[in-house]
T-cell receptor, first 113, second 110 residues
Framework: DAGVIQSPRHEVTEMGQEVTLRCKPISGHDYLFWYRQTMMRGLELLIYFNNNVPIDDSGMPEDRFSAKMPNASFSTLKIQPSEPRDSAVYFC???????????FGPGTRLLVL | QKEVEQDPGPLSVPEGAIVSLNCTYSNSAFQYFMWYRQYSRKGPELLMYTYSSGNKEDGRFTAQVDKSSKYISLFIRDSQPSDSATYLCAMTGSNYKLTFGKGTLLTVNP
């Protein structure tokens, strides 16, 4: 199994630009999570999906952030417009129903100038 | 009070030492407890998974959960330089939303 796949691995953009992060969960996993990690705040849950349906987006910082999961094998996290304070590492994770363990992707390191 | 508290360290030990990492929590609904290891510039990887109270051993690693004290621990025996990483505790209840500690940075010196 290839594990959770994220792209791009690194993204450098200018303030005001749109940023799209992509994730492919592990095949057969029916939960997908988006996290953000910073030194100050640690690992924060942004949103999670179950069977492609958003269940809890209470961690999404503001309306500039949106996430979609059009099918079981693909999800996007979009930031529009981006701001320097969005600079962080964004992780996608997936898990299978009935277990508490999540498997993380390698992350996307985002720098907004 | 934060839901999960974890000493950020850093913790520096000599090779071969026994390492003890700990987290406390406040939410009584937590029943699944995990330890993740995160190497620099990598994603967290699951190290240990425990349900409810008790001990679990896997090689050099032992996880302990004391629900009465709301306290979990990870012990690493015979620590190796390759164990140098950030260790994150994580826990969840029936909704399976993980709440993470901020992580403890461990360095094992050869």
């Amino acid at each position: 199994d290839a594990g959770v796949i994220q792209s791009p691995r690194h993204e450098v953009t200018e303030m005001g630009q749109e940023v799209t992060l992509r994730c492919k969960p592990i095949s057969g996993h029916d939960y997908l999570f988006w996290y953000r990690q910073t030194m100050m705040r640690g690992l924060e849950l942004l949103i999670y999906f179950n069977n492609n349906v958003p269940i809890d987006d209470s961690g999404m910082p503001e309306d500039r952030f949106s996430a979609k999961m059009p099918n079981a094998s693909f999800s996007t996290l979009k930031i529009q417009p981006s701001e320097p304070r969005d600079s962080a590492v964004y992780f996608c994770a997936s898990r299978i129903a009935g277990t508490g363990t999540q498997y993380f992707g390698p992350g996307t390191r985002l720098l907004v100038l | 009070q934060k839901e999960v508290e974890q000493d950020p360290g850093p913790l520096s030990v000599p090779e071969g030492a026994i390492v003890s990492l700990n987290c406390t929590y406040s939410n009584s609904a937590f029943q699944y407890f995990m330890w993740y290891r995160q190497y620099s510039r990598k994603g967290p990887e699951l190290l240990m998974y425990t349900y409810s109270s008790g001990n679990k051993e896997d090689g050099r690693f032992t996880a302990q959960v004391d629900k009465s004290s709301k306290y979990i621990s990870l012990f690493i025996r015979d620590s190796q330089p390759s164990d140098s990483a950030t260790y994150l505790c994580a826990m969840t209840g029936s909704n399976y939303k993980l709440t993470f500690g901020k992580g403890t940075l461990l360095t094992v010196n050869p």
